[in-house]
């Protein structure tokens, strides 16, 4: 028998300030990455899908966002806050 699925990870990047585009109000938005593994008996062996989201604290609205662009707002097109160090955990 052999025993495989997937497993989800959520890194959370940063917390920028930026205006949310479905309420309009300049709030701290979480830029987190979604990666999905493959899993061979419990154990993780690689990612086969990775995503980049942003989340309105004020709202709760997400908007997906490129590598690229995920990128640029980490090199600086956003204010930065403290950021705990990158965490994961199972959605």
């Excluded at 959520?10 to 917390?15: E, F, G, R, T, W």
């Excluded at 930026?18 to 979480?30: E, F, W, Y």
């Excluded at 493959?38 to 490129?66: D, I, R």
Aim: aromatic share 12%.
């Amino acid at each position: 028998m052999i025993v495989f699925g997937t497993k989800g990870y959520l890194y959370q990047l940063a917390i920028l300030t930026l205006v949310c585009g479905q309420c309009g109000n300049p709030s701290a938005h979480a830029l987190r990455k979604r990666v999905t593994k493959f899993t061979l008996f419990f154990v993780p062996l690689f990612p086969f899908s990775t995503k980049y989201l942003t989340q309105c604290t004020f709202c709760g609205a997400e908007q997906k966002v490129t590598k690229e662009q995920a990128e640029q707002l980490l090199s600086g097109g956003g204010d930065r806050t403290n950021t705990p160090p990158q965490q994961s955990y199972r959605p």
